[in-house]
């Protein structure tokens, strides 16, 4: 094959690439768009009801993880919803990430610095959060991890390890904590609290949609929001 029709060639499959891209991310658009249903419902999220923002948030997280099942979660989706909701995304996904880190460090007697870091560390990766919001068990070992972290920093801040000269204790107590044993014995005491909280919050949930399954078991994990985005696509009401 001649190098002119090889470039040629070249071209043409980028240009066909970039336009199956840019139909992609339309459709995407489209679908987050659906769920929203206005950029003044995004701007105003926390003026709409308690419902309404429950509706679209499990609805927008349900998107997100079948986007990424179906290999098309990237940057652009991260910068459209930055785009409609501001700066307020992350407080957007904390409307349902408080209230469950709420109920599960009370169900165990903890909180303050404990919920604090919880729910920024669980409302920065609403990917990580709406993959385990497909089952009990996901939920509870995102709990054990994000727990175990706090723990660490914890231990970190109240003895003031800082400083080249106490990095061997950091690391000592970062192997402890962080050790696989430990994050699943966190699990196993955390289980029945977090399973029940997420049976609870799929018999909340059917209030509010129409399409939910309680099997906690099953494969659409919290009321079936997970089941190949279909109920993502809904508009709300």
Not at 143 to 155: C, H, Q, T, V
Request: glycine share 8%; proline share 1%; with cysteine.
């Amino acid at each position: 094959m001649k190098l002119n029709v090889k470039i040629k060639k070249s071209i043409i499959e980028t240009k066909e690439k970039k336009e199956k891209l840019l139909i992609e991310q339309k459709l995407v658009e489209s679908r987050i768009m659906m769920i929203v249903e206005s950029e003044s419902n995004a701007k105003n999220f926390h003026r709409l009801s308690e419902e309404k923002q429950q509706k679209i948030m499990y609805s927008l997280l349900a998107e997100i993880n079948y986007l990424d099942e179906q290999g098309m979660l990237n940057e652009q989706l991260w910068d459209f919803l930055g785009k409609i909701f501001g700066k307020s995304f992350g407080s957007a996904v904390e409307t349902i990430v408080e209230p469950l880190v709420n109920s599960i460090l009370s169900s165990i007697g903890l909180g303050g610095y404990f919920k604090s870091f919880l729910v920024s560390l669980i409302t920065t990766n609403p990917l990580e959060l709406s993959k385990a919001l497909k089952s009990c068990e996901a939920l509870t070992a995102l709990i054990a991890k994000s727990l175990s972290e706090a723990i660490f920093m914890m231990i970190q801040n109240d003895k003031g390890l800082s400083g080249s000269g106490y990095t061997f204790i950091r690391n000592a107590l970062g192997g402890v904590i962080e050790d696989t044993k430990f994050i699943k014995s966190l699990e196993q005491q955390l289980s029945s609290v977090v399973c029940k909280l997420f049976g609870d919050m799929n018999n909340k949930a059917s209030g509010v949609y129409n399409k939910l399954k309680t099997d906690v078991s099953g494969s659409g994990g919290l009321g079936g929001l997970l089941d190949k985005g279909k109920s993502a696509i809904t508009p709300a009401v």
